[in-house]
């Protein structure tokens, strides 16, 4: 096990990704977090503290649960429970960033565009992650990149975050 981001790491890396949308925007007006349950979430409401003492402008953060949008559905759970969307508001025509941990194959990032394109136009989507790993299998890349690391198929990057895991860490773990 290596520890890639200590809590002050990951701190100062959200904060910059904070500063990156800021400055990816002329007006945060029509910008929506869309936090993907469940650490996605959290970073969502972090990213949303740091904008807010940047710029003392409050986003909207919403949560996507994508459960039913993954095509590896079948192989995850023999009786998925149907959960109601947690989507508050209307996100038509809003720049949303999808907030996730970390960015892999590229799977779940389909997933929640799928998930939001069944209910929504949206003007755009971005996509910030904490970690980039590599290793895609579908055309998607990150617009707001925490960290690349680069990793064996063999390896897994494990995000620790307080209000999960009870501490604030990124680790790569070897198989």
């Not at 890396?13 to 929506?32: C, G, M, P, Y």
């Amino acid at each position: 096990m290596k520890t890639i981001m200590d809590q002050e790491a990951m701190n100062r890396t959200l904060k910059r990704i904070a500063h990156e949308i800021i400055e990816h925007h002329k007006t945060l007006d029509n910008v929506v977090l869309v936090g993907i349950k469940t650490r996605g979430e959290f970073l969502a409401e972090r990213i949303k503290t740091k904008i807010q003492e940047i710029e003392s402008v409050e986003l909207p953060v919403e949560v996507l649960d994508i459960t039913f949008y993954r095509d590896d559905l079948s192989k995850k759970s023999v009786d998925p429970q149907v959960k109601e969307q947690m989507i508050m508001g209307d996100l038509t025509d809003q720049n949303i960033v999808i907030v996730d941990d970390v960015l892999y194959t590229g799977r779940t990032v389909r997933a929640a565009m799928d998930a939001l394109l069944d209910q929504y136009r949206p003007a755009r989507i971005q996509l910030a992650v904490l970690v980039d790993r590599g290793h895609r299998e579908l055309p998607i890349r990150a617009d707001y990149v925490g960290k690349n690391i680069p990793t064996a198929k063999s390896e897994q990057v494990s995000v620790r975050l307080s209000e999960v895991d009870s501490e604030d860490s990124v680790q790569l773990l070897k198989q």
